[in-house]
């Protein structure tokens, strides 16, 4: 284990010799041992709306031995989040809904009571690219008469979610106001 160990012997003699014995002067320190971190996500980048899962894989670095345990904290853009917990070297984080920009993602192994703390970034960042749109858009009636009062529906759609912001509707080039989403 980590910490001075006193270490002594002893001879018990023979026939021809005493018995002698003797102490180690100071003890024997057993010191942590180092590890490495490496992080990675689940894939190299996403989409909004899509889910990742970051990984962090801590080993001992020799002479060290043994599996690290103990936990993780990942740091999404500098905030820490709940601490993971380290299983077989392992600790995962899963999240959902990453706004579309490139994040900076870092953990640390907190070490413990055999190993000490290490540490890893992700080059260049995790990306989340915007999620695809789809739009819809009607008319009612279709066809009309003049002088007939007309609807104009949009309906903006994605796989990543439900959109939100302003559609701007422009008949013959002339844009309208704006109009949010609902």
Same mark, same amino acid.
């Given at each position: 284990s980590v910490g001075n160990h006193p270490v002594t012997v002893s001879y018990a003699g023979d026939t021809n010799y005493n018995a002698?014995? =003797? $102490?180690? %002067? =100071?003890g024997h320190t057993v010191n942590h041992a180092p590890t490495r971190m490496t992080l990675g996500a689940s894939s190299p980048s996403s989409t909004f709306g899509a889910? /990742?899962?970051? *990984? %962090?894989? /801590?080993?001992?670095? %020799?002479? =060290? /031995? =043994? $599996?690290p345990t103990g936990s993780v904290i990942f740091s999404l853009d500098g905030s820490p989040q709940p601490a993971q917990p380290l299983v077989s070297g392992r600790a995962t984080l899963t999240l959902d809904a990453l706004a579309a920009k490139?994040?900076?993602?870092? +953990? !640390?192994y907190t070490g413990?009571? +055999?190993?000490?703390?290490?540490s890893d970034g992700l080059s260049g960042?995790?990306? /989340?690219?915007?999620?695809? *749109? %789809?739009?819809? !858009?009607?008319?009612e009636p279709d066809p009309s008469r003049l002088g007939d009062e007309v609807t104009f529906r949009a309906e903006v759609t994605s796989v990543g979610g439900v959109p939100t912001g302003n559609v701007v509707f422009a008949v013959e080039g002339n844009a309208l106001p704006s109009v949010p989403l609902v």
């Open positions: 002698t014995s =003797g $102490t180690l %002067a =100071g889910q /990742v899962t970051f *990984t %962090a894989d /801590v080993i001992a670095v %020799a002479p =060290g /031995v =043994g $599996t490139t994040h900076a993602v870092t +953990a !640390l413990d009571s +055999a190993f000490l703390q290490s960042g995790y990306t /989340v690219q915007a999620a695809n *749109t %789809a739009l819809a !858009l009607t008319a």
